[in-house]
């Protein structure tokens, strides 16, 4: 049944989904991501260095509470983009929040989103 579905799709010109991250990856590129109003506030869109990519280390570093390590690989306008989302109405950057801009960029870009 499933390969019956399967043949009327792709008759009816469906294409196949694209792994756009073993692309990025073949070609040693940055990964496009988008994070959510909901995790920081606003909608932010950058690129996460094929350096941080499917990292542990990256990753163990930003759940330990270590996020500049991380933070220092990104270029100038992406950091000030992710600190300035993460500053409450204060003035305050909040480290809660760039972490978790941090987690869901890296988890988007290892799953290749």
């Known amino acids: ?43 932010l869109r950058f690129q996460v260095p094929r350096s941080l990519v499917d990292s542990y280390e990256a990753i163990q570093a930003v759940y330990a509470g270590f996020a500049m390590p991380v933070m220092q690989e990104f270029d100038e306008v992406t950091r000030e983009g992710i600190l300035e989302a993460a500053r409450d109405e204060s003035g305050k950057v909040r480290n809660s929040v760039v972490q978790r801009v941090l987690v869901a960029a890296l988890t988007q870009a290892a799953q290749g989103n």
Do not use: F, Y
Request: aromatic share 0%; hydrophobic share 45%.
């Open 1 to 43: 049944m499933a390969s019956q579905t399967r043949a009327a799709a792709v008759g009816a010109g469906a294409r196949l989904p694209q792994d756009h991250a073993a692309k990025a990856e073949a070609l040693d590129q940055p990964v496009d991501v988008e994070i959510g109003p909901e995790v920081a506030g606003a909608t």
